[in-house]
C-alpha cells in the first residue's frame, strides 16, 4: 500500500507540478512600443511584517504586457511580468519564482498594478486607491499585503 501511495506521489509531482517555475522571461521589455515610468514605493509584504521602500519602474507595451520592478539598491526585491494571459512574478533574493496562466492568484498583489493603474475592475480582495496628489494604494484585504506609491507620468 504504501508504495502504491509513493507512486502516486511521485506521479502527481511530476505532473502537476504547480505554479512555481523555472520560468525565466514572458517576454523582453525592449523596444519602441515601451512605455517605462519610475518611481518609489512602499511595500509591506503582510500585515504583521514592517513596510520598506524602494524604487518602482513599471513598463508597459501597447498590446498591454507589463514589466514591473521593485528594487532596494543594490538588491532586486521583485520583478513581475504580466500579459492578457499569463503571470511570472520572481523573488531574486529567496531564488523564488512564480507564474501560470490567467490574471494570477490574489496572494501576488503586485500582479495587480497595472490592471489597477489602467482603471480595470480588480478581484474583491485588491483594493486601489488613487489620492489627489497622484500617489496610489494597492491593497489585499486578506492578507494585508500593501504597495504604495508614485509613478513618473
Request: charged share 20%; proline share 8%; with cysteine.
Amino acid at each position: 500500500m504504501r508504495w502504491n501511495l509513493f507512486l502516486f506521489s511521485t506521479f502527481c509531482f511530476l505532473l502537476f507540478p504547480g505554479c512555481r517555475t523555472g520560468t525565466q522571461s514572458l517576454f523582453t521589455a525592449a523596444g519602441p512600443n515601451w512605455r517605462a515610468q519610475q518611481g518609489q514605493a512602499l511595500w509591506q509584504p503582510r500585515k504583521d511584517l514592517p513596510q520598506f521602500g524602494g524604487d518602482l519602474v513599471l513598463a508597459r507595451d501597447d498590446v498591454g504586457d507589463c514589466l514591473i520592478q521593485f528594487d532596494k539598491t543594490p538588491m532586486a526585491i521583485l520583478s513581475a511580468q504580466t500579459t492578457s494571459n499569463r503571470w511570472l512574478i520572481k523573488f531574486p533574493q529567496q531564488n523564488r519564482s512564480f507564474s501560470g496562466h490567467g490574471a494570477g492568484p490574489t496572494r501576488f498583489t503586485w500582479l495587480y498594478l497595472p490592471r489597477a493603474l489602467a482603471g480595470e475592475p480588480l478581484p474583491g480582495k485588491i483594493r486601489f486607491a488613487l489620492k489627489p496628489d497622484g500617489s496610489w494604494s494597492l491593497e489585499n484585504s486578506s492578507t494585508g499585503e500593501k504597495v504604495e506609491g508614485f509613478l513618473s507620468p
